[in-house]
């Protein structure tokens, strides 16, 4: 063990900056983070949370929304296999507003293999996954989407889960259980540490340059594919990842009820996920070496689809709205495979002991699905460093149904505005069906709302933009109303416009054809012909995280 006093202090707040107090100061707002945010108010610690960007700005925002059964790693990683098992059956117990119980089917097609096809059954028995096998005719009746030539089918109890909804939900009861706290656009930029600890970490606000700094009893890391850079801020050097790309296409409807795997060792374009009213196929798998400025390419989108294609037919002639890309923070192991695909989708938790430092954590790897278990194992960690005895609760606790976290819900706004009959809330986003109201629940009430939120920041709160225009008139629209309540005062908010529609045309560009290119073309009409976006100066700072893939 190194000596604790040879650590670098990286970075210290300058002198007279201000200094928030928390007891856990949790990095990353995604899935996990929000996770452990919410683990740790049910034993009762004040957290906070922080992310540089926005809630699900990472892989939690960038994925295929598959509360995986456990099928797809059954043949070759049984731990996981039965990891997203059973961690599936607690999320629909726990969290059933969140989640599609559409079922998944797995399927060989004409040049798979059999021999894998046949002890898929026996793959899945030994991991403790219900599988039923299918004759093709039977498989073709349930989804009739599948292609002819499928030779072998099986069913499995996959289901799809809405991360931005369950995020929001697992941050709005840490606030409600135990006051705990999100700031959204900030970022840990370094730590100042003495004899073995972390003394406080200094953060920057993305918004404004500000520099501040929080001290807290104990530090936890679940940036995600960021969490080795983050440790290394605090010297340490165990957390090695590697970076696996990924890059999904959206159908504008949706073409099957279940989820459609292909049944063989994971590929690209081998699985069709429904996400509410659009299909997701995805996805490809690339070692990456770089974060940021990420975009999905078009050869991305070509291999999906023709890999998708031979078992899915109708895939060669559906619309897509866009694509999306993300970044799996995998374990580095000496068998990952060039591709990272044969690295393990298992999780680690690294305690930082043998590195000299008692009160800094660090969880990554894993699973959307997973990611509740990660939590309680990391919470189970820092809640004996602090002391707290209490048990876990999150598998039994329910999360609770607010009102402004259901507007991520395909379908629940037209429900929702029809219902009410009022002639004064107008539509906003036609697409989608959000209205006026929507759109004042989320400013006034939902986790992380801000005084001036940004476009995306209502987009990740609700379903703004998802639809077929993809944001060409609703961000006009949303933005304008926003004008007339007074939340824009400035020319700040024609930068959120433009940010905005330049985030979607990251992915509306590698699926231009088709019904798409004259889509694009009028929206770019209006929005630089009409309105002059092009000429605008852009109002956030690096906002270039994922464009909130799931559906
Ligand atoms: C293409 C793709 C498809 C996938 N499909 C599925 C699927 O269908 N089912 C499934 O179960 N799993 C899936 N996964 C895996 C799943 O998305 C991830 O395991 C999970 O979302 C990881 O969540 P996380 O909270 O750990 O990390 P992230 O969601 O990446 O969150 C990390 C956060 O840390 C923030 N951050 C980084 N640096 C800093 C800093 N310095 N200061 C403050 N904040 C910082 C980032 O902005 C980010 O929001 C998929 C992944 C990809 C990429």
Redesign the pocket.
Known sequence: MPPSNSRPAISRPPHGTRTLETEVLV?????????IMRDLALRGIFSIL???????????????????SGGRYAANDTETARE?MAEGDILKRIAPECIDECGGLFVAVEGDDPDFAESFAGYCSAAGIPSEALSPAEARELEPVLSDKTFAAYTVPDAT?D?FRITLEQVNQASDVAGSRFLPH????GFAMRDGEILGAS?RDNRTGEMFAIRARQYVN??????M??AR?AGCDSVRLIY?????VISNSRMATRVINRLRLPGDGD?L?PGGTVSML???SDRVTELENLRPTVDEVDRNLAEGIAMVPGLATARFIRAF?????LLMAADSGADGRKAS?GFSLFDHKDEGLSNFAT?????????RL?AEKTCDLVASRLGNTSPCRTAEERLPVGDALRWTTPGFAARYWYSRKDPTDAILCECEMVPKSAVDSIVDEAPGAEDEMTLRAIAVRSRVGKGSCQGSFCGIRVSSYLYDRGIYRSPAGLGHMRDFFAERYKGILPVLWGKELPQAELAETLHCGLMGLDLAEPATVADD?TDG??A
């Open positions: 990095i990353g707002g995604g899935v996990t983070g929000t996770g922080v992310d540089k960007r926005d809630l699900n700005a990472g892989a939690s925002g960038g994925n295929h929304g598959l509360l995986h997203c889960i991360p900030t970022e840990v930029i953060c679940a940036a995600g594919a960021w969490a850079e983050i801020l696996a790309k990924g890059t999904l699985i996920v995805g996805t490809t890309s993300g970044v799996r923070p989708r969880v990554t790897g894993g699973k959307l699905t997973t990611f990660m995280e893939g799931a």
